[in-house]
């Protein structure tokens, strides 16, 4: 389908990217209903179950919100910009039933984020971790301190890989960063070098110092592929999107949520996705990388 003509009066001010203000989240949505309701008029009530997102970073979040719940969106063709950008859907599943549809295998390699909130009680960590387990899979879970770490190495330290928590890669490395979502990225035709060295502070500041903290584990048990993983269980009630869709292997891995991520911001790095074809799998939609493999328009992989 073709988004209609953002060149129009009617849709002035609605292709943005999601602002990164939780407070404007909602009337962020509330101007793109437009769209919704102009494409619902001209097609019996329905909202796309397929879209394919030719265009960009300032195209892509009204892609993605008009798609229809349990819909695929599609990363394809030459893409402009590179910080993409979207507003979650309302539903939530079971870690089995996410995992199954991610077509997860028995030994492939997993990463679980345990404990987003404060505390050291995590009802649905636990369920991911342990379904996890009985599926077969290489588990390592992050947590974000040492507490829920020692509460993952208590209960399941026999049974898992290993763990890491984000205070202890703080202390190996301290330039290490983890911010609450993607940095801003300027438009690369725009700001060519303020673009590139955003994108080179988030890759060594965050992603670098987490897979290295990572590969020390899973380079202890032999592991060939140190530092990717075939499938990351992400948490709603953080944003970790881009450094998710940048730990999972190029071609076959996949991002998966399970917990309900609706009037939620989330944001990646869109090279990562569409130029390597990884997947993201959430309860009530999926997004789809299939660029051509190569790096175009001077964009370099974080992942």
């Not at 819909?71 to 199954?100: C, I, S, Y």
């Not at 960590?125 to 190495?153: F, P, W």
């Not at 290490?176 to 502070?201: I, Q, T």
């Not at 953080?238 to 309900?260: K, N, W």
């Amino acid at each position: 389908m073709e988004m209609p003509n953002q060149n129009s009066l009617r849709y002035r001010g609605v292709y943005t990217k999601v602002p990164n203000d939780p407070s404007r989240w909602r009337r962020w949505e509330e101007m793109g209903r437009v769209l919704l309701e102009d494409y619902r008029r001209k097609n019996g009530g329905e909202l796309p179950h397929q879209i394919v997102c030719r265009e960009g970073e300032r195209e892509f979040p009204r892609c993605f919100q008009m798609l229809q719940k349990g819909g695929t969106l599609t990363l394809q063709g030459d893409l402009n910009g590179a910080h993409f950008t979207f507003v979650g859907k309302e539903g939530q599943r079971t870690p089995w039933e996410m995992l199954n549809r991610a077509g997860f295998s028995r030994g492939e390699s997993l990463l679980i984020f345990y404990g987003v909130r404060e505390g050291l009680e995590d009802p649905v960590g636990e369920e991911m971790i342990e379904t996890g387990l009985q599926s077969g899979g290489r588990l390592v879970v992050a947590t974000y301190n040492d507490k829920q770490k020692h509460c993952i190495d208590s209960r399941w330290g026999g049974a898992i890989t290993g763990a890491i928590s984000l205070e202890e890669v703080h202390r190996n490395g301290n330039r290490f960063d983890w911010p609450p979502a993607m940095p801003y990225l300027p438009d690369p035709d725009v700001k060519k070098e303020e673009f590139r060295e955003a994108v080179r502070l988030f890759q060594e500041r965050t992603v670098q110092p987490f897979v290295a903290a990572l590969h020390g584990v899973l380079e202890g048990v032999g592991d060939s592929h140190a530092g990717r993983f075939d499938v990351v269980l992400d948490r709603a009630g953080h944003d970790s999107l881009a450094v998710s869709a940048s730990l999972v292997r190029p071609q076959t891995g996949r991002v998966v949520y399970c917990e309900d991520m609706g009037g939620r911001r989330y944001s990646f790095y869109a090279p990562d996705v569409w130029l390597d074809r990884r997947r993201i799998e959430m309860p009530e939609a999926t997004i789809v990388g299939r660029g051509n493999g190569s790096a175009r328009g001077g964009f370099r992989r974080i992942g």
